[in-house]
């Protein structure tokens, strides 16, 4: 992510374990997912972005602006509505890139390539500077002939404009304000004398390690021959020194003027980037400004500033404030000078070395610490607005009263620690920390990603001040944790995956614990409101398949759950479960515990034993006596079943082979032979039809019709014998 320049950041979101897909990707939440950011450990604010873009497998991306990543070190913590689906940055924080870091042209074995067109605006500078360290060689006095020389060369912006941002008039008279500076429209800001004396000075504040190159003024200087100082104040020699000698004309006719500047008309310390033109006249009688602009070039910082921070060593580095003091390479001493040292600079940054000791002896509001293993003592300072990086241990009283940003603490190591409102993300807690000071009566705590540092079944303990009203919201803590002092009005939310045995004391708290846990021990006393619904007992793990498949499905009516599939399926599958309730029960017949009143009300139905011998073997029912509860089969099984053998008789609908042989004989049988459609000559419908239809002799033809009496069916051609009995034909009715 680059400062100041808009990104993108991607979020993962997945199910909880009271989710429907517990520790898979849940896609399709877009709408439901939102994040807060937090700049430079301030406030959470709203990410612009409200709702991300759903890439794939649970993966979402926000739109950041460039506002929104104008920080040092930003945060992302994103969330979702639905329940039991959990929402994580990837990464959760990140330290910014300069603008345009990632347009560097960087080869393969990582060297940036660079063109260097101008040196202060001097391309010949640039070309100089590229003889010199390109073996052609430079000759003659001006120019550079050591590395120290050349590490002294500074770049800066070319020329920029700044409007007038105030007016300070000590004598005089004042016609409309400054205001009328800002645009050259023929609309003059006045001053007239007092006394025959003009004195007064425009002000701006130039940002960052900005310097003015000179002032742009137009207007008119009266009478003829007055004379008007336009002057600089020179913040070194505290004083203001003449830089330009205007003489009147009479008339208002508008002139223009450039009134160079150096370096020392910026201001320093409490002053810093203040700039004061001043007008000052013992003779005119007007002095009209249309139009007034503060030229200036913005330099880079000096090298070492690296990363734009302050660098402290408070064991090895040089006391002072002087330039070059605080660099990466002559790192300052004291925490006193570094921020005097950063206040000269706009730099809200300090890097501290390991072993090194971050002790402020005041207030340290809205900076930012880098490090690894570098003490800090908080030293019962405000330290609102403030973020640490890696710092351990972490010991002392924090107050955070001065504004209504928090501390931020990242993985570091906290001992014994008190403070007010905080965020850990990724700190280990290894002694006792204490909510609420004497500062914030309703301290706001907030730990994602923390851990206990105690080893074996030795825990952190949590403490709260007395009377103070406590807001705690533990995420993904792992190890055990003992929190005493818990009060009414106290609302703590404890969660994780890992957790150890976390012990509750006190009284009349609201507490939820959720996740997996080793033990949970409740000493709250009064009238808490604890819950533990959403949390697992390490040691009951093993029976959760079990209490899973013993679940009961006639619950199971959320649509689309894997419960009511279930449900489903078995509705629709089994009608009833049975056993048999027989001594004496034979291969085809015996009696059930079966409760249906209604005679006949299984008859075409399977029966199918799920338990004895006949396991898994199937019957169609052929009747059921609803009084006595005797089955009874056409087909018999194997055996005669066990009594007590379990059963199940299915929802499908199936005949016996008895009822399938009669009801095919009496439908073939009493088939009206005229619906059948014929295709072929030598078949049984055409025998039948002999037998049943007209048919009739003539000569030696054979004609047999069809159920029509009239159309011929089939023909064949007869034997006669004049002996025998004649017959000529048949009609049956």
Known sequence: MEKNIAGKWVVYAYGLPGHASPDLPVTGDAANITANIRIDGGAANAVDDVNPAELENGYYVFDITAVESNGDLLLLAPTSSTANVRVVAAPEAVYTRPPNFNDLDIA??????????????????????????????????????TQAQVGNISSGTSAQGQNATGFVLTTGVETLTFAATTAADGVLHEIAPSGGNTDGYYTTTLSGNSAPVSVFWRGYVQSNADVAEFQFYDWVAAGYVTEKTIIGANGTTLTEEEIPAINSYVGTGANVGEVRFRLLSATTTKIATDRIIFDY????????????????????????????????????????????????????????????TLAPTGDFNGYTVHGVRYDAVLGGHDWAGTLMNKAAPVSGTATTAVTADSLVLIECLITTMTSDDVYFLGSVFAGTYTFGTSGIVSPTVNMTHCKSGLAGSSSPVFTKTPGATLTWAVRDWKGGMTVNGLEAGDVVTIGGTE????????????????????????????????????????SNTADIPGDVWDEALSGHNVGGSAGKALRQIKEGTVSVEGEVNDVSATASSFVTNLTETTDDHYRDVSFVFIGGTLIGQSRPVISYNGTTKIVTFDEPFTEAPADGDGFIIKTDHVHAVSDIAIETSDTLLNRDISTVTDTNSRTLLNAIRFLRNKWSVSGTTLTVTKEDDTTTAWTATVSTDAAAEPVTGTDPS
């Open 499 to 538: 957790l150890g045995t976390i012990t509750l004391n006190g009284a009349d708290a609201s507490v939820e614990v959720r996740g997996i846990a080793k033990a949970v021990v409740n000493n709250l006393t009064g009238s808490p409101t604890v819950n533990l619904d959403g949390v697992i007992i390490a």
């Open 297 to 356: 070039t913005t330099v880079a910082a000096e090298s070492g500033f690296e990363g734009g921070m302050v660098w402290v060593d408070t064991i090895d580095g040089q006391a002072g404030t002087a330039r070059g003091i605080g660099i990466a390479t002559n790192p300052v001493l004291t925490i006193g000078d570094a921020i005097t040292i950063a206040a000269n600079n706009s730099l809200h940054q300090f890097s501290f070395p390991s072993d090194s």
């Open 108 to 145: 393969v074995g990582g060297e940036v390539s660079a063109d260097v067109v101008a040196i202060s605006g001097d391309t010949g500078a640039a070309d100089n500077l590229e003889s010199q360290y390109d073996n052609t060689g430079l000759t003659g006095d001006t120019f550079p002939a």
